[in-house]
């Protein structure tokens, strides 16, 4: 079994900060890329930033110089720093990560439960 737990949402006013969290746990042999999704009302779940296990990053556009996605120690937590929020960033934050649960099955995705972000104006 394979848990993702997400921490750190919350309510924060425009311009403000907020740091998500994100630890996997559970029966876990290796993880590859681990990333942030959020999903507002009414809208599709969008993928707001990734990192590889080697550490390349990817942004979608609307966060790309506001937001940090990082991974800790061990690698199976990833972080997500956002800066200069905006209400637009309004949803429910989803970590996601491929991971293998032995060496021989293939890797698959597991998501977290989530996290409500609300920014306001």
Request: charged share 10%; with cysteine.
């Amino acid at each position: 079994q394979v848990q993702l737990v997400e921490s750190g949402g919350g309510l924060v006013q425009a311009g403000g900060s907020l740091r998500l969290s994100c630890a996997a746990s559970g029966s876990i042999f290796s993880t590859n890329a681990m990333a942030w999704y959020r999903q507002a009302p009414g809208k599709q779940r969008e993928l707001v930033a990734s990192i590889s296990s080697g550490g390349s990053t990817n942004y979608a556009d609307s966060v790309n110089a506001r937001f940090t996605i990082s991974r800790g120690d061990p690698k199976n937590t990833v972080y997500l720093q956002m800066s200069s929020l905006k209400p637009e960033d309004t949803a429910v934050y989803y970590c996601n990560a491929n991971l293998k649960t032995t060496p021989i099955t293939p890797s698959n995705n597991y998501w977290g439960q989530g996290t409500q972000v609300t920014v306001s104006s």
